[in-house]
């Protein structure tokens, strides 16, 4: 693997991405932040060597490196996902190269759905920590400890320093953020009833298919990490609806400009924490 992100990592620096300090990853239908960004190189990812292809049609497929808020930031523009028929190793693959080129900080979003009904659609969740029940490890590879630890310690997932200066923005802004548990589930089928009520059982506050595989490579490559959830649909066993998703989207796109505002807010910060 070290390999492959020698070749994709020099291939970016020829196109001139330089130094970049921190890495975005935009979730489903998030991409607003990128139109913060001083955009320097806008890559596909079909264009980019050991990129897998982008198949999710809420995902751009785009690497957008520019300046936002006086840093340098590399912007995956759409993930890639298990359910896709992508082992771990290939999705967070970008997180490899993103670390390889400089990043220090890797700031994660996604959508999911309200395990915890004391939480509404629509809102931000600000993830603390997870449960990965996507069945494996992305560190789960012969030769993975020519990367980096193979013992990773997940005591804090996700930067003290990063969640309190998130949580501080919030209340300056006046965002309504929850704080939560964040189940990484493999999809793309939804949840039954009783694995909803399963989900509870086990402490999640919100459960989705993402997310959860790059935080754990960003740990073993000691980048500092934050991320956030916005709540599409509110998990009630006893209450389902049939899945929609244009309300899903719409709820995206709702509520995408607070978590831009916190996120531009915090990189503005960075350079204090």
């Not at 330089?18 to 890559?43: A, F, M, R, Y």
Request: aromatic letters at 6%.
């Amino acid at each position: 693997m070290r390999k492959l992100i020698n070749e994709t990592s020099t291939f970016l620096e020829k196109e001139g991405i330089d130094k970049p300090q921190i890495g975005v990853i935009l979730g489903t239908g998030l991409n607003k932040l990128v139109e913060d960004v001083d955009i320097i190189k806008e890559i596909s990812y079909d264009d980019i060597p050991h990129f897998p292809a982008a198949t999710v049609e809420f995902h751009a497929g785009k690497l957008i490196y520019g300046n936002l808020k006086g840093k340098k930031v590399l912007v995956m523009q759409g993930r890639y996902h298990v359910y896709e028929g992508y082992s771990l190793q290939e999705v967070t693959f970008p997180v490899r190269v993103m670390h390889a080129l400089g990043i220090h900080t890797l700031l994660v979003s996604n959508a999911s759905g309200a395990v915890n009904l004391s939480y509404k659609k629509g809102e931000l969740m600000l993830i603390e920590d997870h449960i990965n029940l996507q069945g494996g490890s992305p560190l789960a590879f012969k030769g993975v400890s020519e990367l980096g630890e193979r013992f990773v310690d997940m005591r804090e997932p996700y930067d003290s320093a990063l969640i309190n200066a998130l949580e501080e923005i919030a209340i300056e802004e006046g965002v309504i953020l929850r704080k939560g548990v964040y189940a990484s589930v493999v999809g793309p089928q939804l949840e039954t009833r009783a694995e909803y009520r399963m989900l509870k059982i086990l402490g999640a506050d919100a459960v989705g298919m993402s997310s959860v595989p790059e935080i754990i490579v960003a740990k073993q490559l000691k980048l500092k990490t934050a991320a956030l959830s916005v709540l599409t649909d509110e998990c009630d066993p006893d209450n389902l609806n049939p899945i929609n998703i244009p309300e899903i989207m719409a709820i995206v796109e709702k509520t995408e400009p607070q978590m831009v505002t916190l996120f531009t807010k915090l990189i503005k910060r960075l350079s204090e924490l």
